[in-house]
């Protein structure tokens, strides 16, 4: 058990390009989760998957924002055209969720620039 | 809508000394709490979690957390701080199918 894995660690882009963030969950977990954090903040829930369905996604995530499961184990986060308030830590998570108990395990992030 | 509060933005204590952080949520029903620790430049790491049962929970760490339905609240606390202890601190709740809501975090120092 390697733990949640987030590539790459920082990412600095110019506004207007794309980026995608890729994240690797612990094996068996089977629900994957994104956050976004900005400086003095906690982490705001954008997107989690059971498996490779994706269950819900927050009205923060605009259309620029687009996420993917495609065989239930790894997950990426594209943004299109970047603006500089996308600028900010996006955490993977994943967990084994049954019906009474679901622990959470963080990456340690991906921190974006946007310039 | 659901939330989660942390009262305090920042606080400090000296080593030895006993520590409560303040976290309140707003949900619908009972959810799920979470304590949360991230040091600088690391992930998240679970301290201690409440399911149902007993409302004193037991974390690492040598935290606890009480839940008191009453006051919407799940205070965290430990009776003697370590410097090693400075970090931010996430309080969290999540609803049976529902995404997890964190708190904005209470960053706390620890004085020599």
């Known amino acids: 058990d390697t733990g949640v894995s987030q590539n790459p660690r920082h990412k600095i882009t110019k506004r207007g390009q794309n980026v995608t963030f890729r994240c690797d969950p612990i094996?068996?977990?089977?629900?994957l989760y994104w956050y976004r954090q900005t400086l003095g903040q906690g982490p705001e829930f954008l997107t989690y998957?059971?498996?490779?369905?994706?269950?819900?996604k927050s009205r923060l995530l605009s259309d620029r924002f687009s996420a993917e499961r495609p065989k239930g184990s790894f997950s990426t986060l594209e943004i299109q055209r970047t603006e500089q308030g996308d600028s900010a830590m996006y955490l993977c998570a994943s967990s084994f969720r049954d019906s009474t108990n679901e622990k959470l395990f963080f990456g340690s992030g991906t921190q974006l620039s946007v310039l | 809508a659901q939330s989660v509060t942390q009262p305090d933005i920042h606080i400090t204590v000296s080593e030895g000394a006993s520590l409560e952080l303040r976290c309140n949520y707003s949900y619908g029903a009972t959810p799920y709490l979470f304590w949360y620790v991230q040091s600088p430049g690391q992930g998240l790491q679970l301290l201690l979690k409440y399911f149902s049962g007993d409302t004193l929970v037991q974390g690492i760490k040598g935290f606890e957390a009480e839940f008191k339905r009453s006051q919407s609240s799940f205070n965290l606390r430990k009776p003697s701080v370590h410097w090693s202890d400075a970090a931010e601190y996430f309080c969290?709740?999540?609803?049976?199918?529902?995404?997890?809501?964190f708190g904005a975090g209470t960053r706390l120092t620890v004085k020599p």
């Open positions: 969290a709740a999540g609803g049976r199918n529902n995404d997890m809501r």
């Open positions: 094996s068996e977990h089977n629900r």
């Open positions: 998957f059971q498996n490779e369905a994706q269950l819900e």
